[in-house]
């Protein structure tokens, strides 16, 4: 897809992976939206990119994301671009008693709200000459890690979507991508860690992004990043080793 001259809503713009998007995205010559839920995080975004357009809204609550859509068809009906990046990783162990509060944040967020803002979204960006839906899965869609086993399914199921729509909006102007990262240095799975400085590592945002972009640039429909190639080729083989 062409990087530059567009307008990009980017779901949870305000750290990590989407972060890195809006960053680039602004460089390369876009208008760039970045929602999240907390707001000093926005402001904090604001603060280092008074070009950047914030907007607090809470992907999990159907209202919110209606709202969402509605601002944007208001206030910025360009926009022909929507990177639904915004998830949440809780470990779950789905072998005991489950917090259900927990599995429908998880559920919610990772595809109910991609799922509900594309279908939102769709009439819009079907109007543009060109436009773009870009969903960002995981690694972890092709082979899980069971102590996170939700997660993952949220995942191989966004990855199973996203095919679906590509399928579907194919003779329209809409392009849709997926980005399957592999792990990436950020602050996701902050929310069932107790020490909030530690990451699980992997590789860094810029990392990332080279190969990410590459992938958009090139009408790549489906870029794996990194080891994330090695889970979609090898997925059964995998598991084992990754589960030890
Ligand atoms: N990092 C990795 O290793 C990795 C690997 C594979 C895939 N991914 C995927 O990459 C995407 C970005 O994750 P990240 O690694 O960049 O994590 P991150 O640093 O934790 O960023 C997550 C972003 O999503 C926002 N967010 C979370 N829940 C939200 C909600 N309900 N409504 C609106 N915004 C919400 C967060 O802001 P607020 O908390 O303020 O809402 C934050 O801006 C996720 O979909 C993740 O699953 C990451």
Request: hydrophobic residues 40%; charged residues 25%.
């Amino acid at each position: 897809m062409k990087t530059t001259g567009n307008t990009i809503l980017i779901t949870g713009g305000s750290s990590g992976i989407g972060l890195g998007f809006a960053e680039e995205f602004l460089r390369l010559g876009n208008k760039i939206i970045v929602c999240a839920r907390w707001e000093d995080r926005l402001n904090k975004v604001k603060a280092e990119h008074p070009e950047m357009i914030i907007r607090k809204c809470d992907v999990s609550v159907e209202k919110e994301r209606e709202e969402l859509f509605n601002w944007i068809k208001a206030n910025h009906p360009e926009t022909n671009v929507l990177i639904n990046n915004a998830g949440v990783q809780l470990g779950t162990d789905i072998s005991q008693p489950l917090d259900m509060k927990r599995v429908n944040a998880e559920i919610g967020t990772n595809i109910v709200a991609p799922l509900h803002l594309s279908s939102l979204f769709i009439p819009l960006l079907k109007t543009k000459s060109e436009s773009a839906i870009i969903n960002i899965t995981s690694g972890l869609a092709f082979a899980p890690l069971a102590f996170m086993g939700i997660y993952c399914a949220t995942k191989a199921a966004m990855h199973s979507l996203t095919m679906s729509l590509r399928h579907k909006l194919k003779s329209t102007s809409i392009k849709v991508f997926e980005i399957a990262p592999p792990a990436v240095d950020t602050n996701l799975g902050h929310d069932r860690r107790d020490d909030k400085t530690q990451s699980h590592g992997g590789i860094s945002v810029a990392e990332f992004l080279k190969e990410a972009m590459a992938g958009i640039t090139g009408d790549v429909y489906e870029t794996c990043v990194g080891q994330a190639k090695g889970l979609r080729m090898k997925r059964e083989e995998v598991f084992n080793t990754m589960n030890k």
